[in-house]
T-cell receptor, first 112, second 113 residues
Framework: EPEVTQTPSHQVTQMGQEVILRCVPI?????FYWYRQILGQKVEFLVS????????KSEIFDDQFSVERPDGSNFTLKIRSTKLEDSAMYFC??????????FGDGTRLSIL | QKEVEQDPGPLSVPEGAIVSLNCTYS??????FMWYRQYSRKGPELLMY????GNKEDGRFTAQVDKSSKYISLFIRDSQPSDSATYLC?????????????FGKGTLLTVNP
């Protein structure tokens, strides 16, 4: 069964550094999403992306964050100038039109 | 009032029991309702997907949506130890299921052999 794949599974970064989290969505899906889950808290929406542009973003998704689909298969989340509170699991998801979202296994981001 | 409320448990049941998991919500714009299962250190895995009110059954799993009460449920029959996981309810609004998902906090379920 096709799946969303995310790399790396664990990323450790010094505070203030930039990180790029990578995702390969399911191949025929057109809608892409990033969510995060801080330890012990709910899964929270960050951003959705369709037709090469952001379709919606949350209050969390400020100028520190950006997304990109650099080629036909990858979808990336860049976090600039990381802060301690950016430590979380980051999940990528994808979907077909009006179909449920399918999630990857996440990248655990640890900011030191 | 939180948009989606879900009792975090933990819930512990013997193998073979019927499990009932529930969420309430406040946003009447929600129309798409999902249940995801999340094993430790894994991503949410889609279990059930329903639109608007009604019931949907898939094997041992039944999802119910009551929009008038803003209440959704997931029933697991003949529960197995492999069902031990965190169960997340999620919902999205009138923009369709391509719209952002709002999650409950998740209920941790343990099924004891």
């Amino acid at each position: 069964e096709p799946e969303v794949t995310q790399t790396p599974s664990h990323q450790v970064t010094q505070m203030g550094q930039e990180v790029i989290l990578r995702c390969v969505p399911i191949s025929n899906h057109l809608y892409f999403y990033w969510y995060r889950q801080i330890l012990g808290q709910k899964v929270e929406f960050l951003v959705s992306f369709y037709n090469n542009e952001i379709s919606e973003k949350s209050e969390i998704f400020d100028d520190q964050f950006s997304v990109e689909r650099p080629d036909g298969s990858n979808f990336t989340l860049k976090i600039r100038s990381t802060k301690l509170e950016d430590s979380a699991m980051y999940f990528c998801a994808s979907s077909e039109n009006n179909q449920p979202q399918h999630f990857g296994d996440g990248t655990r981001l640890s900011i030191l | 009032q939180k948009e989606v409320e879900q009792d975090p448990g933990p819930l512990s049941v013997p193998e073979g029991a019927i499990v009932s998991l529930n969420c309430t919500y406040s946003n009447s714009a929600f129309q798409y309702f999902m249940w995801y299962r999340q094993y430790s250190r894994k991503g949410p895995e889609l279990l059930m997907y329903t639109y608007s009110s009604g019931n949907k059954e898939d094997g041992r799993f039944t999802a119910q949506v009551d929009k008038s009460s803003k209440y959704i449920s997931l029933f697991i029959r003949d529960s197995q130890p492999s069902d031990s996981a965190t169960y997340l309810c999620a919902m999205s609004g009138g923009g369709g299921s391509n719209y952002k998902l709002t999650f409950g906090k998740g209920t941790l379920l343990t099924v004891n052999p």
